[in-house]
């Protein structure tokens, strides 16, 4: 579904009349800002065309699957970017992948920028892709730990002494390898914090060499967690300051 402008939950923000709702792909594609601030549930969101993506005091989003932000628009124009900006008192919870850039190399440079707030990652956060990308973290929480499980696991198999099912409830552990991946292939990626917390399940920065990675932390605080080989990884033009 197409987004206009204005308010999320508004049926005039939607180029059908219609609010997508938690089995529906939204789109923001165009020089305009949705704003969130009630409860948004959507299964992926794909931005670009120099919008920007608001949550505000009071605002939630739950993306279930895939956040590519950046991807919607013409590189050619210089229209393929995209920002997410989350402020104080909101969240944002996205159970699997976010992108903070696109795919294609000749797109423009792409941003999140958390002002407060919590944004709560499951699987991992790709900051660069084909294209730059840029966290800007001045307050709130980043976590990117990966959400604990729900309910209970599965034992055994069908058929063993001591098979027990999963319960109706169950939902399975994410992110548990290298979450925070900056500059991972051919576009740069920048993390800079000034403010608040970024915890993160393992690291990686340049992972194949062809772009830079570069992480500027002038305060706040940087956890990183992982008692694993590669918890974190660093190739060159990588960057620490």
């Known amino acids: 579904m197409l987004f206009r402008s204005g308010d999320w939950n508004a049926t005039g923000s939607w180029a059908l009349g219609v609010v997508p709702g938690s089995a529906d792909m939204a ?20 931005t670009g065309g120099t919008s920007t993506l608001t949550v505000d005091s009071g605002g939630s989003l739950t993306v279930a699957s895939d956040f590519f932000v950046g991807e919607a628009g013409d590189a050619n124009a210089l229209t393929k970017t995209g920002t997410i900006q989350l402020n104080p008192g ?39 892709s084909g294209a730059a990308g840029t966290i800007n973290l001045s307050g709130g929480t980043l976590d990117l730990t990966g959400i604990p499980a729900v309910g209970t696991a599965q034992v055994g198999e069908v058929g063993d002494d001591n098979y027990v099912p999963a319960s109706d409830d169950y939902v399975a552990a994410t992110g548990t390898w ?35 990675a570069k992480i500027n932390l002038d305060g706040g605080t940087l956890r990183l967690l992982g008692n694993f080989a590669n918890a974190f990884k660093v190739r060159d033009n990588s960057e620490f300051a």
């Open 27 to 46: 789109k923001i594609n165009g020089a305009t800002t949705a704003t969130v601030s009630g409860v948004v549930n959507v299964n992926k969101i794909t």
């Open 178 to 212: 290298q979450n925070l991946r900056i500059g991972d292939t051919a576009g740069d990626g920048t993390v800079n914090i000034t403010g608040g917390e970024l915890i993160t399940y393992g690291m990686r920065m340049n992972f194949n060499n062809s772009g830079n």
């Open 90 to 128: 909101s969240q944002i919870t996205a159970p699997t992948i976010v992108m903070i850039g696109s795919w294609n190399a000749a797109a423009q440079e792409s941003f999140l920028n958390i002002a407060g707030g919590t944004f709560t990652i499951g699987t991992r956060i790709q900051v660069g």
